[in-house]
């Protein structure tokens, strides 16, 4: 019998979707207030998750998800920079 291999879920702060993590994006937060993106998903600090598309990183912006998620102010850099890399 093969053992069958859980696919890791993380919940998207802007659409409360639950998604296979491989389908969104960690931005992480340092102590020290630090935002950044987390490609590799290891960085530590505080993480939260988004879904990859433009339309759900300008929401994340207008409604400030990821400030209150991670308790610190994201910079605008980190959203140009999503948007730039982002899938759609």
Known sequence: MSKIKKIPLRTCVVTKE??????????A???EG???????GK???????????KEVILLAQKTKALD???????PDE??????KIAND
Do not use: C, M
């Open 43 to 53: 960085a530590p600090g505080r993480g939260a998750y988004i879904k990859f598309t």
């Open 18 to 27: 639950v998604l296979p993590k491989k389908e969104l994006i960690r931005i």
């Open 78 to 83: 980190i959203y140009v920079e999503l948007l």
């Open 34 to 40: 630090q935002v950044s993106i987390d490609f590799i």
């Open 68 to 74: 209150k998620k991670l308790e610190v102010p994201v």
């Open 29 to 31: 937060a340092t102590k």
